[in-house]
Protein backbone atom coordinates (compact mmCIF):
# COMPACT_ATOMS: atom_id res chain seq x y z
CA UNK A 1 0.00 0.00 0.00
CA UNK A 2 3.18 2.24 0.72
CA UNK A 3 4.36 1.57 -2.80
CA UNK A 4 1.60 2.78 -4.71
CA UNK A 5 -2.18 4.03 -5.32
CA UNK A 6 -3.12 1.64 -7.63
CA UNK A 7 -1.63 -1.38 -9.76
CA UNK A 8 -2.47 -3.04 -13.18
CA UNK A 9 -4.61 -6.16 -13.16
CA UNK A 10 -6.10 -8.01 -15.68
CA UNK A 11 -5.65 -5.16 -18.33
CA UNK A 12 -6.91 -2.59 -15.47
CA UNK A 13 -5.77 -0.33 -13.30
CA UNK A 14 -6.96 -1.24 -9.43
CA UNK A 15 -6.86 0.84 -6.38
CA UNK A 16 -5.39 -0.84 -3.71
CA UNK A 17 -6.95 -1.32 -0.37
CA UNK A 18 -4.64 0.92 2.37
CA UNK A 19 -4.34 -1.66 4.78
CA UNK A 20 -1.36 -3.98 5.53
CA UNK A 21 -2.50 -7.13 3.21
CA UNK A 22 1.43 -7.95 1.85
CA UNK A 23 4.71 -6.50 2.23
CA UNK A 24 7.60 -6.56 -0.20
CA UNK A 25 9.23 -9.91 0.98
CA UNK A 26 6.00 -11.64 -0.46
CA UNK A 27 6.70 -9.48 -4.04
CA UNK A 28 10.14 -10.53 -3.83
CA UNK A 29 9.26 -14.39 -2.80
CA UNK A 30 6.84 -14.38 -5.42
CA UNK A 31 9.64 -12.87 -7.76
CA UNK A 32 12.18 -15.83 -6.32
CA UNK A 33 14.07 -12.74 -5.71
CA UNK A 34 13.92 -12.95 -1.69
CA UNK A 35 17.37 -14.41 -0.12
CA UNK A 36 17.01 -17.32 2.02
CA UNK A 37 16.57 -17.13 5.87
CA UNK A 38 16.54 -13.44 5.88
CA UNK A 39 12.30 -12.64 6.06
CA UNK A 40 12.50 -12.39 9.55
CA UNK A 41 8.87 -11.32 10.44
CA UNK A 42 5.86 -12.62 10.79
CA UNK A 43 3.53 -12.21 7.71
CA UNK A 44 0.71 -9.53 7.05
CA UNK A 45 -1.76 -12.11 7.85
CA UNK A 46 0.53 -14.38 9.97
CA UNK A 47 0.25 -17.35 7.39
CA UNK A 48 2.76 -19.34 5.94
CA UNK A 49 5.64 -17.66 3.61
CA UNK A 50 4.81 -19.77 0.51
CA UNK A 51 4.57 -18.54 -3.13
CA UNK A 52 1.02 -19.50 -3.34
CA UNK A 53 -0.27 -17.04 0.30
CA UNK A 54 1.86 -14.34 -1.24
CA UNK A 55 -0.09 -14.53 -4.24
CA UNK A 56 -3.03 -14.17 -1.96
CA UNK A 57 -1.64 -11.78 0.01
CA UNK A 58 -1.24 -9.38 -3.04
CA UNK A 59 -4.26 -9.87 -4.27
CA UNK A 60 -6.35 -8.74 -1.31
CA UNK A 61 -3.99 -5.41 -1.70
CA UNK A 62 -6.39 -5.38 -4.58
CA UNK A 63 -9.56 -6.50 -2.93
CA UNK A 64 -9.50 -9.76 -4.57
CA UNK A 65 -8.92 -13.27 -3.95
CA UNK A 66 -5.78 -15.38 -5.62
CA UNK A 67 -8.39 -17.57 -7.60
CA UNK A 68 -9.82 -14.51 -9.55
CA UNK A 69 -6.57 -14.77 -11.68
CA UNK A 70 -4.14 -17.15 -12.85
CA UNK A 71 -0.41 -17.26 -11.29
CA UNK A 72 0.95 -15.25 -13.99
CA UNK A 73 -1.16 -12.91 -13.54
CA UNK A 74 0.19 -12.41 -9.72
CA UNK A 75 3.46 -12.95 -10.86
CA UNK A 76 3.11 -9.60 -13.50
CA UNK A 77 1.67 -7.89 -10.77
CA UNK A 78 4.45 -8.83 -8.56
CA UNK A 79 6.72 -7.68 -10.96
CA UNK A 80 5.01 -4.72 -11.30
CA UNK A 81 5.46 -3.80 -7.75
CA UNK A 82 9.27 -4.32 -7.90
CA UNK A 83 9.34 -2.09 -10.61
CA UNK A 84 7.57 0.42 -8.75
CA UNK A 85 9.79 -0.15 -5.79
CA UNK A 86 12.95 0.60 -7.91
CA UNK A 87 11.45 3.93 -9.43
CA UNK A 88 10.16 5.35 -6.05
CA UNK A 89 14.29 5.05 -5.35
CA UNK A 90 15.58 6.30 -8.55
CA UNK A 91 13.21 9.19 -8.13
CA UNK A 92 14.44 9.81 -4.37
CA UNK A 93 17.92 9.38 -5.34
CA UNK A 94 17.78 12.17 -8.23
CA UNK A 95 15.87 14.44 -5.95
CA UNK A 96 18.57 14.72 -3.49
CA UNK A 97 21.31 14.65 -6.06
CA UNK A 98 20.23 17.20 -7.99
CA UNK A 99 20.61 19.36 -4.80
CA UNK A 100 24.46 18.60 -4.95
CA UNK A 101 25.86 16.75 -8.14
CA UNK A 102 28.80 16.20 -6.30
CA UNK A 103 27.44 13.65 -4.42
CA UNK A 104 26.46 11.46 -7.62
CA UNK A 105 30.23 11.03 -7.94
CA UNK A 106 30.21 8.97 -4.73
CA UNK A 107 29.97 5.17 -4.55
CA UNK A 108 26.48 4.36 -3.36
CA UNK A 109 26.93 1.53 -0.54
CA UNK A 110 25.42 -1.93 -0.85
CA UNK A 111 24.09 -4.16 2.15
CA UNK A 112 21.52 -6.11 3.09
CA UNK A 113 18.77 -7.89 1.39
CA UNK A 114 18.32 -4.86 -0.83
CA UNK A 115 21.16 -5.78 -2.08
CA UNK A 116 19.80 -6.50 -5.70
CA UNK A 117 17.35 -3.33 -5.57
CA UNK A 118 20.03 -0.86 -4.77
CA UNK A 119 22.54 -2.12 -7.50
CA UNK A 120 19.83 -1.99 -10.03
CA UNK A 121 19.41 1.58 -9.00
CA UNK A 122 22.72 2.62 -9.30
CA UNK A 123 22.80 1.01 -12.59
CA UNK A 124 20.13 3.22 -14.19
CA UNK A 125 21.61 6.14 -12.42
CA UNK A 126 25.16 5.35 -14.13
CA UNK A 127 26.68 5.20 -10.39
CA UNK A 128 29.36 2.89 -9.31
CA UNK A 129 28.36 0.78 -5.80
CA UNK A 130 30.31 -1.22 -3.52
CA UNK A 131 29.53 -4.08 -0.90
CA UNK A 132 29.66 -2.58 2.69
CA UNK A 133 30.88 -5.84 3.70
CA UNK A 134 33.94 -5.12 1.20
CA UNK A 135 34.92 -1.64 3.08
CA UNK A 136 35.57 -3.49 6.34
CA UNK A 137 38.39 -5.78 6.81
CA UNK A 138 36.31 -8.66 7.92
CA UNK A 139 37.13 -12.30 8.33
CA UNK A 140 35.94 -14.76 5.71
CA UNK A 141 33.57 -16.65 7.80
CA UNK A 142 31.69 -13.40 8.96
CA UNK A 143 31.24 -11.68 5.61
CA UNK A 144 27.95 -12.43 5.41
CA UNK A 145 26.67 -11.52 8.68
CA UNK A 146 28.79 -8.12 8.06
CA UNK A 147 26.54 -7.33 5.12
CA UNK A 148 23.16 -8.25 6.42
CA UNK A 149 24.31 -6.32 9.03
CA UNK A 150 25.76 -3.36 8.21
CA UNK A 151 24.18 -0.60 10.79
CA UNK A 152 26.00 -3.05 13.52
CA UNK A 153 28.52 -4.04 11.55
CA UNK A 154 29.26 -0.16 11.04
CA UNK A 155 29.06 0.94 14.68
CA UNK A 156 31.43 -1.76 15.82
CA UNK A 157 33.69 -0.49 13.16
CA UNK A 158 33.80 3.31 14.63
CA UNK A 159 33.83 2.34 18.06
CA UNK A 160 37.51 0.39 17.29
Given at each position: ?48 KTVPASR ?43 SCIAMSA ?24 ERFDELL ?24
Amino acid sequence: MATAQGAPLNGLWTTLINENFATMADVHRILGTLPAGVDLMATADGREKTVPASRARLARMLGSDAANADSKSWDLLARWFAEAQIRAIVDAVMLVTSSCIAMSAAPVIAAGIGVDVVTEVARRLGLSWERFDELLEVVPEARNAVFHCAPAAALTALAL
